[in-house]
Every structure is written in C-alpha cells, then in structure tokens.
C-alpha cells in the first residue's frame, strides 16, 4: 500500500470515527447542560391544573371580549329565520329590535358610513342600493335596500350585517361603530330614494 493510500484510509477512518462520536449521543448528555423545553413541566391549554380556583384550566372570564372584537349586547339570532321569532325565546328579532343606534347621523357619520358602504355593501346592493350591485347582476336574490329598510329597526340592520341572513355572508368584522354608520347612510339613501 502506497503512502497516499494509506492517508486516504486514515482521513476516511478519522471521519468516520468523529461522525460517529458527534451523532446519536444527544440525550447522553446532562439535562443542566443543554435545558430543552421539552423536559418543562408546562400546563397545556385547557388542561385541569389541579389547582381548586381553576379546576377547567384558565378559561377565559365570563364576559371576556374576543381578540377580533366583539359586542355582547349582540343577541345571537338564526341567520336562517326573516320572520320574527316569538317574542322571549332566545336569538329572536324582538332581541335585535331592541338595539338602539347611539350613532346620530350626522356629517361625520355619514361621510364615514359611504365609504363603509361603498367598500362592504355596495358589490351586492349597489351604489344606489337597489340591488344593482354587480353581484346581484349574477345571483339572484340580492334585496334592494331602498324602500326595504323602512320596515326593519336598526337593531334588525345591526345583526344582519353582524350576522349575515340567507345568502348575505356575515360582515361581523365591521366595528360596530362603522356598522352604525353603515346603518345611518342606508337610512339617508332611503330617504333620497336612492340617489346618494
């Protein structure tokens, strides 16, 4: 064997020897040395802690306001129903109808509910708000806005755009404030039969 041979065995050998030691020995060494998060000791989500005051985990508190926002003043309402529910029973529109507009509608308002409109509502009801919308060019069903609105409270508006009914998706993330004004400027439509 030549010189050269043997080098390349040596080297090859070597290599072999530090791949070897350096691979497959990681749980070998002392935990204080390398600490892994694995070996905390955490509480998972939810997980019964065993601690008496918390004996579900740390649920959020009662009352707690969903990081997208949120209004608990909301009912929850079936979006499939257009007729009132009995009045009392959970999620009826006597619940929505309650809800009272704190936005008056002033310039502020309605400059703000325009655009609002003309961003969310305006593919579907249209500019106007006689459903011709270019959305409601190809499905069928879209409910003009105007001379409708004046049979519904706010409240009732409120939790359709919150909510969605039938075929109209839930714009629930719409701030409040903006659906308010939202509401404000269907209102102005309607009064001015459609002409913004």
């Known amino acids: ?91 009826s529109d006597a619940e929505a109808n309650a809800l009272v507009n704190p936005t008056p509608a002033d310039f502020r308002s309605l400059q703000n509910g325009k655009v609002q409109y003309e961003t969310f509502c305006a593919p579907c009801h249209g500019m106007t708000g006689l459903a011709d919308g270019p959305v409601a060019k190809v499905f069928v069903g879209v409910l003009p806005l105007v001379g409708v609105v004046r049979g519904r409270s706010d409240g009732h508006i409120y939790t359709t755009i919150h909510q969605g009914r039938r075929r109209m998706p839930s714009y629930g993330r719409i701030p409040p404030e903006d659906r308010w004004d939202i509401i404000n400027y269907v209102r102005y439509l309607d009064q001015k039969g459609g002409k913004p």
């Not at 691979?23 to 892994?36: A, L, V």
Request: hydrophobic share 35%; proline share 14%; with cysteine.
């Open 1 to 91: 064997m030549s010189s050269r041979s043997r080098s390349l065995l040596r080297c090859a050998v070597g290599g072999a020897l530090l791949a070897f030691a350096t691979t497959g020995c990681w749980e070998q060494w002392s935990q204080s040395w390398f600490p892994q998060m694995k070996w905390q000791p955490a509480v998972q989500a939810f997980e019964d802690t065993g601690i008496p005051d918390h004996p579900q985990g740390f649920a959020p508190p009662e009352g707690t306001v969903p990081l997208g926002g949120g209004d608990p003043r909301l009912p929850e309402l079936d979006p499939w129903v257009l007729t009132p529910n009995p009045p009392g029973t959970v999620g």
